[in-house]
Each structure stands twice: as structure tokens, then as C-alpha cells.
């Protein structure tokens, strides 16, 4: 079965910085695109980023453009999400999940809370 | 992009049939073949119900159905069961993103 464990999440003041990592496990990690989304409080899902197996291509919502970079360590089988200068707005679960095709997605972590405040 | 419009509450009682509908437009739900449909329990990660419009992933109970219809998508739950109660939010391909969109999500009570 597909794991996806992710971490990095908690506090961060307006500005500050975070970086999420997602370990994965159970199927073969470089061959899967992978994308990251969030959902803040209460609120529905939205898409923040993705990455190609090969991390050849990579792609961002218009909301964390220029401010949040998606990467992978396939020797690690692991996916990061750096994100800079963090908004209030940016306050959310973070849930990684793996990219059957297309834009389906076929497996995700249990998520990690981001809260930026000061 | 603007989410994909689904209805905010959807109830049926235990055994009825429920449809959740997810309206977009040209640019995504009516030009494109992928769309996916995903439940969300509370405090817990969403799971793949349908993908491709009427595709279940294995695992899947065949009581949750998927078509489209133009703009619109729809899910069905048939034979409606207490477990059944969550959030559904569906998503499609879109010309406008790399990315795709989600739905507003609908929160279906079982009564």
C-alpha cells in the first residue's frame, strides 16, 4: 500500500519561511509525478504545486508563484515544498499525494498543518 | 481559475440515491475526459472515489458511480449508507493551469 508520511509543517510569522517534506514509500517514486495541496480551515481543496517524475517539469498555482518552490530527492523518495515569504493566507493543511495521471490524484499523506501569525 | 460550482449540501436518507453535480465549463469539465471525484471525512485526507468521469480506482465500492453531461459532472451514491456521510470535491483538467481545479465541495448528510 502507498504511504505518504508528510512533515515541516507549524508556525511561522508573516515573511517567514517552512519547508514540508513527504516520505514515500511503496511504489516506485520516480516514476510518479507528484503535487502538493492545501486546504485552510474550513475551507475547500486547492492546488499549489507539482513536479514531474524527473523533475523536469514543474508548475505553481498563480497564489504562491515566485514564492513557494516545489523539488524531489528520488534517491530519497522524498518531496519538499520550500515556501518564503509566508502570508496569513498561505495558513492551511498541506497534503502531498502521488499523480496516477493526468490530474488524478491516486494517493495522499495524512497532511501538515501550516499556521502563519504573528 | 475560478473552483468549480457544486452544490454546499447534498442528504438522503439510508438505501436512496444521491447525485452531487460539479458545473464548470468549456475550458475544463466539458473539454476534457478527466475528471475526478474525492471524499473527505472530517479531520481525515481526501481518497479517490472516481477518476476519468466514471472510472473507480480498486477498492472502490461500485455503489459510487461517476458521468458527465457538457459542463456538468456527476457523482452518484446509490444505496446510500451512514458511512457515505462526508465532503465530495470534485476536480477536472482545465486549459487555464497545469494544475487542475477543484470543486466548492458538497457535504452529503445521510439522515
Known amino acids: 500500500e502507498v504511504q505518504l508520511l508528510e512533515s515541516g509543517g507549524g508556525l511561522a510569522q508573516p515573511g517567514g519561511s517552512l519547508r514540508l517534506s513527504c516520505v514515500a514509500s511503496?511504489?516506485?517514486?520516480?516514476?510518479?509525478?507528484m503535487n502538493w495541496v492545501r486546504q485552510a480551515p474550513g475551507k475547500g481543496l486547492e492546488w499549489v504545486s507539482g513536479i514531474s517524475g524527473d523533475s523536469g517539469s514543474t508548475f505553481y498555482a498563480d497564489s504562491v508563484k515566485g514564492r513557494f518552490t516545489i523539488s524531489r530527492n528520488n534517491s530519497k523518495n522524498t518531496l519538499y515544498l520550500q515556501m518564503n515569504s509566508l502570508r496569513a493566507e498561505d495558513t492551511a493543511v498541506y497534503y502531498c499525494?502521488?499523480?496516477?495521471?493526468?490530474?488524478?490524484?491516486?494517493?495522499w499523506g495524512q497532511g501538515t498543518l501550516v499556521t502563519v501569525s504573528s | 481559475q475560478s473552483a468549480l460550482t457544486q452544490p454546499a449540501s447534498v442528504s438522503g436518507s439510508p438505501g436512496q440515491s444521491i447525485t452531487i453535480s460539479c458545473t464548470g465549463t468549456?475550458?475544463?469539465?466539458?473539454?476534457?475526459?478527466?475528471v475526478s471525484w474525492y471524499q473527505q471525512h472530517p479531520g481525515k485526507a481526501p481518497k479517490l472515489m472516481i477518476y476519468?468521469?466514471?472510472n473507480r480506482p480498486s477498492g472502490v465500492s461500485n455503489r459510487f458511480s461517476g458521468s458527465k453531461s457538457g459542463n456538468t459532472a456527476s457523482l452518484t451514491i446509490s444505496g446510500l449508507q451512514a458511512e457515505d456521510a462526508a465532503d465530495y470535491y470534485c476536480s477536472s483538467k482545465t486549459s487555464s493551469s497545469t494544475l487542475g481545479v477543484f470543486g466548492t465541495g458538497t457535504k452529503v448528510t445521510v439522515l
Open positions: 476519468d468521469v466514471s
Open positions: 468549456s475550458s475544463d469539465v466539458g473539454g476534457y475526459s478527466h
Open positions: 511503496e511504489f516506485t517514486f520516480s516514476n510518479y509525478a
Open positions: 499525494a502521488k499523480v496516477l495521471s493526468h490530474i488524478t490524484l491516486d494517493s
